[in-house]
């Protein structure tokens, strides 16, 4: 070493090179190599006060003030504490909206279950026609499996005293002909 008084050494603590030409922090006046003179790159302490940025507060979006050399996050938290105007409503969401339509049943359900007579809507208790006592049903319901094919006593005869063969014969007649 022939010029030990010639140039600086870096001021990062990971580097510790010796520069014949240093650079200077402008914030925080500390000698830097060509690597670290950037106030990112040495994570520079006195940074936020060459920021112009206006710091935005997150819950109400207004810019809040700050005066030179505060910490823009110490600010933003206390506006957050003392000064914000949001005050967030917490609106519960109703699953349950359909109520039943069966007279005295309180029942509330996820799903719109609509009568397809008389277009009221139903729980799952009630909502086939003869649990809820449809009245405006255009014609009778078997109660065996809820549905709306109706049998004429005339047209099958008396299938109590057909014989099972027969019965069955004629039975499958009549279902050929609805289906």
Known sequence: ?????LGKHCSEKTCKQLDF???KCDMC????????FTHA?????????????????PLCNIPIP?????????????HM?????????????????????????????????VCAQCHG???????????????????PTIKAGCSSVTASPKLLGDFHTLAPGRLAQRLGYWFTRLV
Do not use: W
């Open 29 to 36: 006046k500390q000698d830097f190599c060509k690597d670290h």
């Open 81 to 113: 504490d003392r000064d914000c105007g949001y005050h967030p409503v917490k609106k519960k969401e109703k699953i349950f909206t359909y109520r039943c339509s069966k007279e005295g049943c309180k029942k509330k359900e996820m799903l719109q279950m």
């Open 66 to 78: 700050i005066k030179k050399g505060q910490v823009p996050d110490v600010v933003v938290g206390d």
């Open 41 to 57: 790159a040495h994570k520079c302490p006195c940074a936020f006060q060459k920021d112009v940025k206006v710091p935005v507060c």
């Open 21 to 23: 030409l240093p650079i």
């Open 1 to 5: 070493m022939e010029f030990p008084d």
């Open 121 to 139: 809507n139903f729980c799952i208790q009630h909502r086939h026609p003869l649990d809820h006592s449809c009245r405006h049903r255009s014609c």
